[in-house]
């Protein structure tokens, strides 16, 4: 019996610690996050260019701005950042941003308050961004909905179209294409208003998901322009900046 006990013992030790090691070695799932912005909010897209050596003045600028803009629905949506150079013009933000307004009364309450402020949040932004432009969408005619999973690679496009019907053909015709080569389509937006001062007026925004840079390039390599009806592009290969953990 004590043998029979020894062997059962030593059979439930391996299991154990056979176990505890694929837990160790298994690779953690990928974080997902879906990006959820209703009809009727308003969307605010942010590209920007900050300025060397201003940690101090862009933590100054959160902690004056934030609270406030918060207490009005403010919300920050999704951030993506470049990972490489843009592979289509020459604008290299820092960050691509798409943030939410509940509606454009909260946008306006907020405004009113922060002109209340000792800080003046306008000029802090001149000191902090070389470049801020900034797109808005008043009131959103249809709700926005799209999953983003950690590792992956998203494409955002902005086009500015001349001749709507050919692009629209154009892209049209390579959406298929795009399938069959991995990609999928995750957001379109038509053309927004810029306020005065953060011009930045793309006829449409397109982001685009990819299982890896290769598979992207891979893709454009193998693909003809696309682009009928377009005079002007940036397009930068980015990823999904998730909330860390602490």
């Given at each position: 019996?004590?043998?029979i006990?020894s062997?059962l013992l030593l059979?439930?030790?391996?299991?154990?610690?056979?176990t505890?090691?694929i837990?160790?070695t298994?690779?953690?799932d990928?974080q997902?996050?879906t990006?959820t912005?209703n009809?009727g909010q308003?969307?605010?897209v942010?590209t920007?260019i900050?300025?060397?050596?201003?940690?101090d003045a862009l933590?100054?600028?959160?902690?004056n701005?934030?609270?406030?803009?918060q207490?009005?629905?403010f919300k920050?949506?999704?951030?993506?950042?470049?990972?490489?150079?843009?592979t289509q013009?020459?604008?290299?933000?820092?960050f691509f941003?798409?943030?939410s307004?509940?509606?454009?009364?909260s946008?306006?309450k907020?405004?009113q308050?922060?002109k209340?402020?000792d800080y003046k949040?306008?000029?802090?932004?001149?000191?902090?961004?070389s470049v801020?432009?900034l797109t808005?969408?008043?009131?959103?005619?249809?709700s926005i909905?799209f999953?983003?999973?950690?590792g992956?690679?998203?494409v955002?496009?902005?086009?500015?179209v001349?001749?709507?019907?050919?692009f629209?053909k154009?892209?049209?015709?390579?959406?298929?294409?795009m399938?069959?080569a991995g990609g999928s389509?995750?957001?379109v937006l038509?053309?927004g208003?810029s306020p005065m001062g953060?011009?930045y007026?793309?006829n449409?925004?397109?982001?685009?998901e990819?299982?890896?840079?290769?598979?992207f390039?891979?893709?454009?390599?193998n693909s003809?322009?696309?682009?009928e009806?377009?005079t002007?592009?940036?397009?930068?290969?980015t990823?999904?900046?998730?909330p860390?953990?602490?």
């Amino acid at each position: 019996m004590k043998s029979i006990n020894s062997q059962l013992l030593l059979v439930i030790t391996l299991l154990t610690f056979s176990t505890t090691l694929i837990a160790a070695t298994k690779k953690p799932d990928p974080q997902n996050q879906t990006i959820t912005i209703n009809k009727g909010q308003v969307l605010d897209v942010l590209t920007a260019i900050r300025k060397p050596n201003t940690d101090d003045a862009l933590n100054n600028y959160f902690s004056n701005v934030f609270p406030s803009a918060q207490q009005y629905g403010f919300k920050i949506d999704a951030q993506f950042i470049p990972i490489a150079p843009p592979t289509q013009g020459n604008y290299h933000p820092d960050f691509f941003s798409l943030m939410s307004w509940p509606d454009s009364e909260s946008q306006d309450k907020f405004r009113q308050a922060a002109k209340k402020l000792d800080y003046k949040y306008l000029d802090a932004r001149k000191e902090i961004w070389s470049v801020f432009n900034l797109t808005s969408y008043d009131k959103l005619e249809e709700s926005i909905e799209f999953t983003v999973t950690e590792g992956k690679v998203y494409v955002i496009t902005a086009y500015w179209v001349d001749d709507m019907d050919s692009f629209r053909k154009a892209k049209e015709k390579g959406s298929s294409k795009m399938e069959r080569a991995g990609g999928s389509l995750k957001l379109v937006l038509g053309k927004g208003q810029s306020p005065m001062g953060y011009v930045y007026e793309p006829n449409v925004i397109s982001i685009t998901e990819w299982e890896n840079e290769e598979a992207f390039d891979k893709f454009i390599q193998n693909s003809k322009s696309g682009n009928e009806g377009v005079t002007n592009i940036n397009q930068w290969k980015t990823q999904f900046a998730f909330p860390q953990n602490n």
